[in-house]
């Protein structure tokens, strides 16, 4: 085969893997029960080689992909070979999870003589899992109060299913009918990728198929140094803080100082905080995610070209974290905030760091929070249960070639919001206000997007949380630019209006309306008068 005829393999390949990836997305989210996977799309999908290297990563959550690696990892070293049939799930953030909430479930898919043709693996943010408060997202101390911790277990044993796990994991959360369609349809998913994994390995023969991962995995990482070599050699450093972890630790710093030299990249976190009693903590598999998807979205810019799927192994990146901090925590640590208020501040911080390298690059800062919003309690409706998950769209922060988008989901998040017939069907709710949040972007000579404003009015008593960053700085803008509108919280009672804390936990009466009003993204550039 010639050096072309390989390049056009490789090239198709590479989209076959990719749409493996899609496909089993698009599996997971039409046969899942709960909103927040059906509609928000709260779930991330993965093909991995038989060394568990990532091959294609289907376009979904950033936070779950790059840190599925590290569970598909922990699996493997903990259970050993997954036989023909077997299912291992995990959601332990201290072996190779996020947060409770996000289950993975990882599959070998082998040919009839044995041979390992790779895993697949799918991960989906379930709605309950248990812990303190419905939602599994509570302002917690330390992980017990989070809800059901899964180690890597066999969930199916060779195409049987473990009764006894499936009935403790089912006892365990608040909505047991809604958790067992969403791990029924992560199956769905690992059965779709299994089938055309081996239509592949069928049409195209095992070897082929297994040298084209091995190709994507060494082409990606040419990709990466050839982007790394671009960026100035040098040190250059960046400091942000979280405001609090909802106990009263605050402003909680993150520091990072990237040192280019050649081919080579190494982000080094030292000086960061150590962990702190609430639960922004961050896991190392976050951490890593979040500088993964920095790095990619750096080296994708400056190439002009997309990398491979699966990103490569990042081979030539050396991260360095401070272990028992704020991005390295240890057991029993809180986490669940971690996840998606920390990650944002990593990577915004990794965005300002990289920005002193390549100032005519990076954009402004976005919004920096997703914005959690967990609702649960008794459905008056259904005389059921119900535990509701959100995280809410803001303002991207604007870039050299023009303004921030708008009322958008950024960076770690790329889910949607629930459709307002959606969320008023399924759960005691009325969305009596949602809109824009006119002029919250930074202003500039490319204005930050605006952040949103989404008013829920409780048709039932429940159980409220709310986890959400800037709430008192906004995000910064860059060469001149303003920065966003910081967000903000506000319960309204028999029409008075309280603003509540970044992160608060509360009891909800009917009628009383939950009021998330998200920040704007900063601006880019000196505005100019004409």
């Not at 903990?78 to 959601?91: P, S, T, W």
């Not at 993964?292 to 490569?312: F, M, Q």
């Not at 704020?326 to 990577?347: F, H, K, L």
């Amino acid at each position: 085969m010639t050096g072309a005829q390989r390049g056009v393999t490789l090239e198709v390949f590479r989209h076959l893997f990719a749409a493996l990836a899609e496909e089993m997305g698009a599996a997971l989210r039409r046969s899942a029960f709960s909103p927040n996977i059906k509609e928000r799309r709260d779930y991330s999908c993965a093909l991995f080689d038989p060394d568990g290297e990532v091959v294609a990563l289907g376009d979904h959550m950033p936070v779950h992909l790059g840190a599925m690696p590290m569970s598909v990892r922990a699996a493997l070293d903990e259970l050993g070979n997954l036989a023909d049939g077997d299912v291992a799930i995990v959601n332990d953030p201290f072996r190779g999870g996020t947060h409770l909430p996000d289950i993975t479930a990882i599959q070998a898919v082998r040919e009839r003589t044995g041979l390992l043709l790779g895993y697949v693996a799918a991960r989906a943010h379930h709605s309950d899992v248990g812990g303190s408060t419905p939602g599994s997202m509570p302002l917690a101390r330390e992980i017990y109060a989070e809800g059901l911790r899964i180690p890597p277990v066999r969930l199916y044993r060779q195409g049987d299913r473990d009764e006894d796990l499936w009935r403790l994991i089912l006892a365990n959360v608040r909505t047991p009918r809604e958790r067992a369609g969403d791990l029924y349809a992560q199956l769905a998913a690992l059965h779709t990728g299994r089938a055309r994994l081996l239509d592949l390995a069928k049409r195209w023969n095992a070897d082929t198929v297994l040298d084209a991962m091995a190709d994507l995995v060494t082409y990606a990482d040419r990709l990466v140094a050839a982007g790394v070599t671009l960026i100035p050699d040098g040190q250059y450093s960046a400091e942000d803080a979280l405001e609090d972890d909802g106990f009263g630790s605050g402003p909680v710093p993150i520091r990072v100082l990237i040192t280019v030299a050649a081919e080579q990249l190494e982000v080094d976190f030292a000086g960061t905080s150590p962990q702190v009693p609430g639960g922004i903590n961050a896991v190392a598999s976050i951490t890593t995610s979040a500088t993964r998807y920095v790095i990619r979205c750096v080296v994708e810019s400056l190439l002009g070209e997309p990398l491979p799927a699966g990103g490569g192994s990042m081979a030539g990146v050396e991260l360095r974290l401070p272990e028992g901090s704020v991005v390295d925590a240890r057991a029993p640590a809180s986490v669940a905030a971690g996840n998606v208020e920390t990650s944002q501040r990593i990577t915004d911080v990794l965005m300002m760091a990289f920005g002193r390298a390549l100032p005519d690059l990076i954009p402004a800062l976005s919004q920096g929070t997703m914005n959690n919003t967990t609702v649960g309690g008794a459905d008056p409706r259904t005389g059921g249960v119900f535990a509701y998950y959100e995280t809410v769209g803001g303002g991207m922060g604007a870039g050299p070639s023009g303004p921030g988008l708008s009322g958008v989901h950024v960076h770690m998040t790329n889910s949607l919001n629930t459709p307002i017939e959606a969320l008023e069907h399924a759960y005691p709710f009325r969305v009596v206000r949602y809109a824009i949040r006119r002029g919250s972007g930074g202003t500039g000579l490319h204005h930050g997007g605006d952040g949103l404003r989404r008013d829920l009015m409780l048709l039932a008593p429940a159980h409220v949380t709310l986890l959400c960053e800037r709430r008192v700085r906004g995000p910064s803008g860059r060469h001149g630019g303003g920065a966003g509108a910081p967000g903000e919280n506000v319960l309204v009672r028999e029409g008075a209006e309280r603003t509540l804390p970044g992160k608060v936990t509360f009891e909800a009466l009917y009628g009383d309306v939950v009021s998330v009003r998200s920040p704007g993204g900063g601006g880019w550039g000196k505005e100019t008068c004409l």
